[in-house]
């Protein structure tokens, strides 16, 4: 991938996963919309910044016509994470996302990792891809709604972080799922404000819409934030990303009065599915 591509990588993101919503809605539910340009934004700085940091796990495939596909990929620690991979639709089939998530991977290899992380949408070919790739595939809920004022508790032990904390959130994040966020920590401050425990017992991001991202060591202090990232949300709230290794955010997000729906697959190799711990979407 070369920092010229990221704009029509984006475009074609939107296109892919905007056609695999669309034939995986139920019917009777509301039809999926194209991503806002504020977060068309925010998905081209974060990849420009993926391709600075990882430039060998970011590739395209294109023909005589243009780009065909492209997968972003980064290493942390002995983690690779797969941040976005994409195939257009009128290519999709014919084996050109195979050669891509291995093209990608081999910057995993490369750098030693046994441990793999990635967060898919309900797409049934890239399932099987995934799987045939030695991902368990875990599914992820999603709870979303107003959030009911009265539910809200009095959260204490709390406070803002700034980047100073960074170094124990990736202790952390190391805890959880094996690796620290190290360099995308600027991208989840730009999305939210980072929300500390007191202790060192946890973290989380905070964004109007909820939580982006949260990790702590015990379930306690994972409810805290939780429930804090709900209180600072303006409009209909969600909590993503929620798999079965974590029904205490479940219960958090019910207790607020929260819709509770299936939405896409969490993929792990080489570790289990983090407790305690709500992945951002695309920096797992």
Do not use: I, K
């Amino acid at each position: 991938m070369r920092a010229e591509d990221v704009d029509e990588c984006e475009r074609l993101c939107a296109d892919a996963f905007l056609a695999a919503d669309l034939a995986g809605t139920p019917r009777g539910a509301p039809e999926p919309a194209r991503r806002s340009p504020e977060r068309s934004a925010r998905w081209v700085a974060r990849t420009a910044a993926f391709l600075a940091t990882d430039p060998a796990g970011c590739v395209v495939a294109e023909d005589d016509d243009g780009l065909v596909g492209f997968a972003t990929s980064v290493v942390r620690g002995r983690l690779w994470l797969l941040a976005t991979f994409a195939v257009r639709p009128d290519r999709q089939g014919g084996g050109v996302g195979a050669r891509l998530l291995a093209a990608a991977e081999r910057a995993g290899r490369a750098a030693g990792c046994d441990r793999a992380m990635l967060s898919a949408s309900d797409d049934p070919r890239a399932l099987r891809r995934y799987w045939a790739a030695g991902f368990a595939l875990h599914g992820q809920r999603l709870l979303v709604g107003e959030v009911d004022r009265a539910a809200l508790p009095a959260t204490s032990g709390l406070r803002d972080g700034t980047p100073a904390d960074r170094e124990l959130c990736d202790v952390l994040a190391t805890q959880r799922r094996g690796a620290g966020h190290g360099p995308d920590h600027d991208a989840l401050a730009a999305q939210g404000d980072l929300v500390v425990d007191v202790r060192g017992e946890g973290f989380a991001y905070a964004t109007p819409s909820g939580p982006a991202l949260v990790a702590s060591r015990d379930e306690a202090t994972a409810r805290r934030l939780l429930w804090e990232c709900l209180a600072r949300t303006d409009g209909e709230a969600e909590v993503g990303h929620v798999t079965g290794a974590n029904p205490w955010a479940v219960d958090v997000a019910l207790t607020a009065r929260l819709s509770l729906r299936h939405e896409g697959w969490l993929g792990v190799r080489g570790l289990d599915a983090p407790r305690l711990y709500l992945h951002h979407g695309a920096l797992l």
